[in-house]
Nanobody, 125 residues
Framework: QVQLIESGGGLVQAGGSLRLSCAAS????????MGWFRQTPGKEREFVAA????????WYADSAKGRFTISRDNVKNTLYLQMNSLKPEDAGVYYC??????????????????WGQGTQVTVSS
């Protein structure tokens, strides 16, 4: 198991930026594909972005493309999500997630078996 702790959420005005971090501990960080998901009240947790074990490839939800950047530092065992040009619809609880599965669909919640506790992002209009 890997333990995940998110930070960096907060209140920001529309058009602003936030950088989320996810610190990992426990098992070897590079064993895991990492992802960010967002959840709002009454809705399913939804995919935002994912990154391969060595950071060579990234994937984004259409809503995040061009505005968000996922990255990882495998020396610091930390995952990041840089969010720019934030919109009110980007608000929610952001979770980082880790998956040791190979060949699984990286946009699916069920692919990930390790989750952080979440960090709240609020975007005012």
């Amino acid at each position: 198991q890997v333990q995940l702790i998110e930070s960096g959420g907060g209140l920001v005005q529309a058009g602003g930026s936030l950088r989320l971090s996810c610190a990992a501990s426990g098992r070897t960080f590079t064993m895991y594909i990492m992802g960010w998901f967002r959840q709002t009240p009454g809705k399913e947790r939804e995919f935002v972005a994912a990154i391969t074990r060595i950071g060579s490839t990234t994937w984004y939800a259409d809503s995040a493309k061009g505005r968000f950047t996922i990255s990882r530092d495998n020396v610091k065992n930390t995952l990041y999500l840089q969010m720019n040009s934030l919109k009110p619809e980007d608000a929610g609880v952001y979770y980082c997630a880790a998956s040791a599965q190979r060949g699984a669909n990286r946009v699916e919640v069920s692919t990930y078996d390790n989750w952080g506790q979440g960090t709240q992002v609020t975007v005012s209009s």
